[in-house]
């Protein structure tokens, strides 16, 4: 039941404990107090909305940056992380396999405020080697949903 209220919550957050219910087969009672349990134990750990910026705010700018950094001994990552999160233009950080170690989400005013927020702040942590800046130029789909505001014919037919 917990797999299929997460499943369903990450497809649309604003499902009604009723409507889980019928789709699941069990009471809103209870859908509730499972919605609550994966709260409080921090498995849910809040809700957000998936906005089309180009309709929204034309002006920001998204990147995402990836950062080699030297691991700290006794934390390996964590700390350098930790540090980055703190940033106000920081959306999301991760730790990635391959050929780079952090990859960072940031969103600022325009290409300017990320240029300087990468040379001025990231860059100059203790541990960063490099960075490699993306900037996003658009974006088709987020969460399993369709960002582009065309409507998308399923039957691929145009």
Do not use: W
Not at 6 to 12: A, H, M, V
Not at 38 to 61: Q, R
Not at 77 to 85: Q, Y
Not at 87 to 112: P, W
């Amino acid at each position: 039941m917990k797999k299929e209220i997460i499943k369903l919550l990450e497809n649309n957050a604003r499902m009604s404990d009723e409507k889980i219910a019928e789709i699941i087969g069990t009471d809103a009672k209870t859908v509730a107090a499972e919605i609550k349990n994966l709260e409080e134990s921090g498995i849910i750990k809040g809700y957000s909305v998936i906005v089309d910026e180009e309709l929204y705010d034309t002006s920001s700018v998204t990147a995402t940056i990836e950062l080699n950094v030297t691991p700290q001994r006794d934390c390996g990552f964590d700390d350098i992380a930790k540090t980055i999160m703190m940033y106000d233009e920081v959306v999301s950080v991760s730790l990635m396999s391959g050929s780079y170690d952090l990859s960072i989400e940031v969103k600022g005013n325009n290409l300017k405020d990320v240029a300087l927020f990468v040379s001025e702040r990231l860059s100059t942590i203790d541990g960063v080697l490099s960075t490699a800046t993306h900037f996003l130029l658009k974006k088709y789909k987020e969460k399993g949903i369709f960002i582009d505001s065309k409507k998308v014919d399923e039957r691929g037919l145009g």
